[in-house]
């Protein structure tokens, strides 16, 4: 039996903890983040923490609250609002990383919201979360997330190279911006062939899973290197 065979075998099992491990090293950077926010009041950080959060709770979602071991004790409603549930974080995680780099120009220095999560300048977001959501409930399909996804990434990647170009030597975090945003922008790629095209081949999947991985483990190494 061959390594391929093994995950495949037993991918639930693996699922459960790629999600697992997923959302812890979530979890750390809110927390390492949000401390960091405190001490700073940068409004960036706050977006920067939001995405995170949200990523934490849609790993956690998907592959534990929704792994396919639970087909025998829940219902088609349950794995529906599963999905819906995950949609609308993993779009509203990559806005948040996408305005973590832009609030100064949209809010200015001046409006410092009382809430990250609702204020008047995330409105747009929500409501282009949300119908991206439906059109993908209709058309029963990732494919409209998967495309926006992409754009986000697209912008990220090209914004974090601006910004990795105008940085000063001595800060190292813009170097592990630009590179997650660029391996992202990567992995949903690989994530919307493997869908589209490729009927969600295995060996696609885990490519994209090891590049998840990559990414969470870049912000956490960058998180943890500012904040020690």
Same mark, same amino acid.
Not at 41 to 63: D, K, P, S, V
Not at 66 to 73: A, E, F, R
């Given at each position: 039996m061959n390594l391929l065979n093994l995950i495949i075998e037993n991918r639930e099992y693996l699922k459960i903890f790629y999600g697992f491990i997923i959302t812890l090293v979530c979890a *750390? %950077? *809110?927390? !390492?983040?949000?401390?960091? @926010?405190? /001490?700073?009041?940068?409004?960036?950080?706050? $977006?920067?923490?939001?995405?995170?959060? +949200? $990523?934490?709770?849609?790993? @956690? #979602?998907?592959? %534990? =609250?929704? #792994?396919?071991?639970?087909?025998?004790? *829940?219902?088609? =409603?349950?794995?529906? &609002? %599963?999905? %819906?549930? =995950?949609?609308?974080?993993? &779009?509203?995680?990559?806005? +948040?990383?996408?305005?973590?780099?832009?609030? !100064?120009? /949209?809010?200015? #220095?001046?409006?410092? $919201?009382?809430?990250?999560?609702?204020?008047?300048?995330?409105?747009?977001?929500?409501a282009f979360s949300l119908i991206i959501i439906s059109l993908d409930y209709v058309w029963d399909t990732y494919s409209v997330m998967f495309f926006s996804q992409i754009l986000i990434f697209s912008f990220a990647s090209l914004i974090s190279l601006v910004n990795l170009q105008n940085a000063e030597s001595r800060y190292q975090f813009p170097k592990f911006y630009f590179i997650a945003m660029a391996m992202s922008l990567i992995a949903w790629i690989l994530n919307a062939l493997a869908a589209l095209l490729f009927n969600w081949d295995y060996l696609i999947i885990i490519v994209v899973s090891s590049i998840n991985v990559i990414i969470f483990l870049l912000f956490l190494y960058g998180v943890l290197k500012i904040t020690k």
């Open positions: *750390v %950077i *809110v927390l !390492k983040v949000d401390r960091l @926010f405190r /001490i700073s009041m940068h409004q960036g950080i706050r $977006y920067f923490r939001n995405a995170f959060f +949200f $990523y934490g709770l849609a790993f @956690f #979602t998907r592959y %534990i =609250l929704g #792994t396919n071991l639970l087909d025998s004790y *829940v219902n088609n =409603l349950y794995f529906l &609002i %599963i999905k %819906i549930f =995950l949609e609308f974080l993993l &779009i509203m995680a990559g806005f +948040f990383l996408l305005y973590s780099l832009l609030w !100064k120009k /949209i809010e200015g #220095t001046s409006n410092n $919201y009382s809430s990250s999560l609702l204020n008047p300048a995330l409105l747009l977001f929500y």
